[in-house]
Nanobody, 125 residues
Framework: QVQLVESGGGLVEAGGSLRLSCAAS????????MAWYRQAPGKSRDLVAS??????????NYADSVKGRFTISRDSAKNTVYLQMNSLKPEDTAVYYC????????????????WGEGTLVTVSS
């Protein structure tokens, strides 16, 4: 099994930036896909960004609400995925979770590992 630990959340003013990290451990040898989700109070857990590694190429996808502001990246040697969040808005306030697994597709197909605790991002207006 894969264990996931998210970090990097905090309180930031609107327009600010944060960088989230998620480290995977355990059965990580075949991980080639990682993703970030977020869950705001009273709302569903939604996909924010995903990254699929195929050879030396990474395929990243983003939710429309974060395109142009968030960037997902991955350090495969460290089994770590990052989410650089710029131009943050109050509506980005949520607990952010990551997920990981193996896929033969070029698109994220859904969560494949148990969830971690998440990291809370609060954006003040």
């Amino acid at each position: 099994q894969v264990q996931l630990v998210e970090s990097g959340g905090g309180l930031v003013e609107a327009g600010g930036s944060l960088r989230l990290s998620c480290a995977a451990s355990g059965s990580t040898f075949d991980i080639n896909a990682m993703a970030w989700y977020r869950q705001a109070p009273g709302k569903s857990r939604d996909l924010v960004a995903s990254i699929i590694s195929r050879g030396r190429t990474n395929y990243a996808n983003y939710a429309d609400s974060v395109k142009g502001r968030f960037t997902i990246s991955r350090d495969s040697a460290k089994n770590t995925v990052y989410l650089q969040m710029n131009s943050l808005k109050p509506e980005d306030t949520a607990v952010y979770y990551c997920n990981a697994g193996f896929t033969t597709r070029l698109a994220w197909g859904g969560p494949m590992a148990n969830w971690g605790e998440g990291t809370l991002v609060t954006v003040s207006s």
